[in-house]
């Protein structure tokens, strides 16, 4: 069941014409603080707002079409919830999406435009993937989870295939970490490349920190972080293997480097991205990659809730 870069390229071509083709932007100011030449690979603009179209449309567009019309069932906090409903709805399959009630109102919001029903949890007291997975045994709709499917895998890897692709130079790319899908997609996109590749996670929700560590899957208790995104309680099971076997290392940063990063992108470089995408440029800004490598970095997504925004920037 684990995927392989041969899974990445499929899905490359599986999604040629369907998901954009995001740019890579670079910028003077950004090179001159760090010391290194940096690429930025803008997922803020890809459909949905955030790379998790990619694996959603992929695991989706895979299903016969009986299984499509019974539906899809998904969990997330936003972007993997906008992702599935979007694909959903371009594949015909009806998306229910379980959502913890403190998501962001902009995530919940694009949701619903997209055609998705609603379900609510509590974040600290409910498991959302047995809710899922009881609602897709009741209904016969098939789960689609966010990281830990080779197809969603294969998908995520894709947004670093490109860049790769684009700027065969790079010597160093910065990954955000959650649950592992992008970071695991993106260490098979580099294989036999020599790249090194590095997930970044809040310090506050550094569960794959510890796990890198350990050399096993750590458990953390639900973390608060700004970067809600990043908030699984440990590496996934597919893709934990992937990361220990092929990753460079987990970097860490801290709530106020995530929200300097967040302001530099918007009033800097006029990019809005959000706290979770925004933890590449905030390892970058710390000092943590010595001066004169070539970084990629991807900025892996730009839904950013109104509110969190205005409060960011009142911090500046």
Same mark, same amino acid.
């Given at each position: 069941?684990?995927?392989?870069?041969?899974?990445?390229?499929?899905?490359?071509?599986?999604?040629?014409?369907?998901?954009?083709?995001? @740019?890579?932007?670079?910028?003077?100011?950004? /090179?001159?603080?760090?010391?290194?030449?940096?690429?930025?690979?803008?997922?803020? =603009?890809?459909?949905?707002?955030? =790379?998790?179209?990619?694996?959603?449309?992929?695991?989706?567009?895979?299903?016969?079409?009986?299984?499509?019309?019974?539906?899809?069932?998904?969990?997330?906090?936003?972007? %993997?919830?906008?992702?599935?409903?979007?694909?959903?709805?371009?594949?015909?399959?009806?998306?229910?999406? =379980?959502?913890?009630? /403190?998501?962001?109102?902009?995530?919940?919001?694009?949701?619903?435009?997209?055609?998705?029903?609603?379900?609510?949890?509590?974040?600290?007291?409910? /498991?959302?993937?047995?809710?899922?997975?009881?609602?897709?045994?009741?209904?016969?709709?098939?789960?689609?989870?966010?990281?830990? %499917?080779?197809?969603?895998?294969?998908?995520?890897?894709?947004?670093?295939?490109?860049?790769?692709?684009?700027?065969?130079?790079?010597?160093?790319?910065?990954?955000?970490?959650?649950?592992?899908?992008?970071?695991?997609?993106?260490?098979?996109?580099?294989?036999?490349?020599?790249?090194?590749?590095?997930?970044?996670?809040?310090?506050?929700?550094?569960?794959?920190?510890?796990?890198?560590?350990?050399?096993?899957?750590?458990?953390? @208790?639900?973390?608060?972080?700004?970067?809600?995104?990043?908030? @699984?309680?440990?590496?996934?099971?597919?893709? =934990?293997?992937?990361?220990?076997?092929?990753?460079?290392?987990?970097?860490?940063?801290?709530?106020?480097?995530?929200?300097?990063?967040?302001?530099?992108?918007?009033?800097?470089?006029?990019?809005?991205?959000?706290?979770?995408?925004?933890?590449?440029?905030?390892?970058?800004?710390?000092?943590?990659?010595?001066?004169?490598?070539?970084?990629?970095?991807?900025?892996?997504?730009?839904?950013?809730? @109104?509110?969190?925004?205005?409060?960011?920037?009142?911090?500046?």
């Amino acid at each position: 069941m684990s995927p392989t870069p041969e899974d990445v390229r499929a899905a490359a071509a599986l999604l040629a014409g369907v998901v954009h083709r995001t @740019p890579v932007v670079t910028s003077r100011t950004l /090179d001159s603080l760090t010391g290194c030449r940096v690429l930025l690979k803008c997922e803020n =603009f890809q459909r949905a707002g955030a =790379f998790k179209f990619r694996g959603a449309y992929t695991a989706i567009s895979r299903l016969d079409p009986d299984r499509r019309r019974a539906g899809v069932v998904a969990f997330s906090s936003g972007n %993997h919830a906008q992702a599935v409903a979007l694909a959903g709805r371009l594949l015909d399959a009806p998306a229910t999406i =379980f959502m913890p009630t /403190d998501a962001p109102a902009s995530k919940v919001a694009a949701t619903t435009s997209y055609g998705a029903t609603i379900r609510w949890y509590d974040r600290l007291t409910e /498991d959302r993937a047995a809710l899922a997975a009881a609602f897709a045994a009741e209904t016969g709709a098939t789960l689609i989870p966010p990281f830990d %499917h080779p197809s969603i895998i294969a998908g995520q890897g894709t947004a670093a295939l490109e860049l790769v692709e684009d700027a065969p130079e790079l010597n160093v790319l910065l990954v955000p970490v959650g649950g592992g899908g992008l970071i695991a997609g993106s260490l098979l996109a580099t294989v036999g490349r020599r790249i090194e590749v590095y997930g970044v996670e809040p310090a506050a929700a550094d569960d794959t920190a510890q796990s890198f560590r350990a050399g096993r899957r750590v458990t953390i @208790p639900p973390p608060h972080t700004i970067a809600d995104g990043l908030r @699984p309680t440990s590496p996934g099971e597919l893709t =934990f293997p992937i990361l220990l076997r092929f990753a460079a290392g987990i970097l860490t940063v801290s709530e106020e480097a995530i929200a300097s990063a967040v302001r530099f992108l918007l009033l800097r470089l006029k990019l809005l991205v959000e706290p979770s995408g925004a933890v590449g440029v905030a390892a970058l800004l710390s000092g943590t990659v010595p001066a004169g490598r070539t970084v990629g970095v991807i900025l892996s997504g730009g839904n950013v809730d @109104p509110e969190t925004l205005a409060s960011l920037l009142g911090e500046a």
